[in-house]
């Protein structure tokens, strides 16, 4: 027992060197760390806009266009995400905006062009830019 006791209580001359390799570990984890929260903030943006993007196909399908107040709610609904300055494209239709027969291929298509401060994405870390392009192309049938 006396020997454990002197193992553990006996003091050792330190070295910079032991805990270099244990503290770079850890800024190499947190930095890792930190970018995987930044990429996941992305992926999150991205889910909300194709949501949106479902839903306004949805209403296509039943109707076969989208009025000016329909784009007008979806650009809306995006700005209320937070693209307060971002550019908003909304094509329907293969980008022709007219009204489609019934059993004729519906197609929407966002794009928007955000500043990732409109994200709350860091784009100081090494790895992510200041401006992301998101597309999102969803397509259907037509069932009005």
Partial sequence: MKSLKKLF???RDGNFGDILGTALCIVLLLTIMLALIQYM??????????????????????QGELTPTDVANCKQKLQDMGFLTSPITIDFNNHTNTKVNYAQEVSIYIE??????EMRVN????GFRSTYTFH????SIAKH
């Fill in 112 to 117: 928007i062009q955000a500043l990732a401060t």
């Fill in 9 to 11: 209580t006996k003091k």
């Fill in 123 to 126: 784009s100081a870390i090494p």
């Fill in 136 to 139: 999102t192309e969803l397509y």
């Fill in 41 to 62: 903030q992305l992926l999150y943006v991205k889910r909300d806009i194709d949501n949106i993007g479902r839903e306004y196909l949805l209403l296509l399908e039943q």
